[in-house]
Structures are given as C-alpha cells and as structure tokens.
C-alpha cells in the first residue's frame, strides 16, 4: 500500500514555480536591458506609477532608490489616478515612468500611459506587451509580468521592478554589486520555496487564531511598508472583506496605540533596515504587558536564512520574504478558515465605477 502524498505547501504547485523562477532569471535581464537603454539616453527623473496593488508594490523600489542613489537622483512614486487629475511638476519629457499592470488594462494606467505617450513621456511596463497598455508604450518598451502556472506571489514582480532599478543605479555608479546580485538571486526561488515551507504551518496556525477576528492591525516600515498595505488592503480588505487598520512603526505612537486593546490583533512586521529600530521600540510596547490580554504577534524578515546571499542584499530580498510569509501563505490559510474564496468580490470588476 502506498503511502500518502505528504502535502508541504497547500494549494501551490513547486515545481512550476522554480520554472518560472527560471523564466524570470531571464526577464531580469532584459529589465537591466530596458534600464540600460534609459540611462544611455538619459533622463532627469524616475518615476514609480501604480495604483492599488502595483502602487504599494513600487514603494520597495522607491525606498530601495532612495537608499542606494546619489543625491542628485529624483524618484517619484505616483499614482496613476492621482497624476491623471493632478500632473507632477515635476515631470518632463526627459523623465522616465516605470509602472506595471497584470492585466494589460487597468484603466487609470491606460489612461496615463496615453496622456505620457502624447506628452513624449517614455513608460517602461511590466505587462503583456500585446495588452492595451503595452500597445501604447510599445512592445519594446514591456516585460511580461505574469506566470505561466500562478504560484508565487508579489516576489516575482519585485524582482523585476529591482532589475530595472538598481541597474539604473549600477549604471550612476551607486550600486556597484549588480553583477553579484543579479548571480546571487538567479536560483533564489529555491530558497524561497524553503522558507515557504518553513512558515507554512505558522501560517495555519495564526489564520485560526485570528481569521474571524472582526478587526487586526498591521505594522510595519522602510522596506516592508508596501507590502504591509498591500497584505492588508488587496488582501484582506479586498478579497476577504475583513476590517484593517496599517500603520507604520514610526506613526503607531501617534494615536493607533490607544486602540490596541484584548480582541484586536496586532501584526508586527519586522525589517532588516533603518526601521527596525522603530519596530523595536514597538515590539517593545507591545511585550511590555501595558496592553492587557491582547494578542500580537511578530513576522521578522531576519529570520529567515538565505545561505551565500550577501548581506547587502538582505533588505532587497526583505519584501520578498515578507510577501511569500503573508500575502502568499497567509492569505491561503485565512482563505481556508473564512471559507471566503479569495478570488470573490462584491464590487471589484463587477461594474463599471
């Protein structure tokens, strides 16, 4: 008698996701390839454009540029139906839009790209450069963002957005390890894979603490910030109808901590940053017993072990660790217990709004 197939993961298929792992190698480069086009022309700013999901997402990058970049470079993070109504002075037709969309349709990218497109603006898109956006950009100028088999998560997105920008910075002389990282991260997937199978039972067992619970707070800061909202607001939020509150560690001392009280989770998501000091001074707060009988619990990024990754790339890979914990594994165990399919929505793409 055979004996039963041993499940690691829930509802996730390995082997396609090293595959794309591997494809995504390759798209990494032609990103550099896309970047190194841009600095060969040249530009005056860069600007990160997104809205909802893709927004939060391009705030890693925004943060990573900042971080590595030289004084004199400009990186804008915008939302497309923000500029679409209020411009940015600082924009020229010398500026550079990096902006993503999985569908190839979201409406105020679309509508961007085309007010850019007039304006002479060059957008790099990581879409499907047959979609309607990539057909305003161009094809030469679009990666395809999305996977054959539909495992993973954000990570592969955030690889893709990292290779452009920081072989922008490799090029202005700020990050001079490109090389290294671009070798190091090629099989990184697999380690990703660990580490999902690692957090997977952690993952079962704090989707049935707190799944049905009717209000949770979320933590976090510097690099992890973006993947803070999007857990709790693409996830939570809007694809399980749950109540959030997503605060930054510098800004809970200022008005969310009078609301942490027995019955409302707190999620403290730690980076490998600037910020951990102020995720500590949180963590702190939160051991310290002044809050009752409430419950929190704490998500370290640091924790988790990528061997040979060198130690400058940890706070680059920080939000993948993050999304594969949270926006991946989480958000299928509270799918589970809320009985809530994730892909469900009320009003979502139900309508025109």
Not at 6 to 14: G, L, R, V
Not at 28 to 55: E, R
Not at 275 to 285: G, K, M, P, T, Y
Request: glycine letters at 8%.
């Amino acid at each position: 008698m055979s004996e039963p197939e041993k499940i690691e993961i829930m509802h996730f298929d390995q082997e396609g996701y090293l595959e794309d792992g591997r494809a995504l190698y390759e798209a990494g480069k032609q990103m550099a390839q896309l970047a190194d086009s841009v600095a060969d022309v040249g530009y005056d700013a860069i600007f990160l454009m997104g809205v909802g999901g893709t927004w939060d997402e391009l705030m890693q990058l925004e943060y990573l540029m900042n971080k590595f970049g030289d004084r004199d470079l400009e990186v804008h993070l915008i939302h497309a139906a923000e500029w679409n109504v209020l411009g940015h002075k600082r924009m020229t037709e010398r500026s550079v839009v990096l902006t993503a969309s999985e569908s190839g349709t979201t409406p105020e990218i679309l509508t961007a790209c085309k007010a850019m497109k007039a304006k002479g603006i060059r957008v790099i898109a990581m879409t499907d450069p047959a979609g309607a956006i990539g057909n305003i950009v161009g094809a030469r100028n679009c990666i395809k963002m999305a996977s054959d088999h539909g495992a993973g998560g954000c990570e592969k997105g955030y690889y893709l957005a990292d290779c452009f920008g920081l072989r922008l910075l490799n090029r202005r002389g700020c990050f001079p390890k490109w090389e290294l990282f671009l070798e190091q991260t090629q099989d990184i997937w697999k380690d990703m894979l660990d580490i999902r199978k690692k957090f997977e039972p952690r993952a079962e067992e704090l989707a049935k603490k707190y799944a049905l619970a009717p209000y949770t707070m979320f933590i976090g800061s510097g690099a992890l910030w973006g993947e803070t909202i999007l857990y709790s607001m693409c996830i939570l939020e809007e694809m399980q109808w749950k109540r959030t509150r997503y605060i930054t560690s510098h800004d809970f001392f200022h008005g969310t901590l009078e609301l942490v009280e027995p019955g409302v989770p707190v999620f403290l998501f730690k980076g490998e940053d600037e910020c951990r000091q102020l995720d500590n001074r949180v963590e702190a707060f939160l051991r310290s017993g002044v809050t009752g009988n409430s419950d929190y619990e704490i998500i370290d990024t640091a924790e988790f072990a990528i061997p040979g990754l060198d130690p400058d790339f940890r706070v680059i890979v920080s939000p993948w660790i993050l999304s594969v914990c949270i926006t991946d594994r989480l958000s299928r165990h509270y799918e589970l217990v809320t009985k809530h399919n994730l892909k469900y929505r009320r009003y979502y793409h139900q309508f025109d709004y």
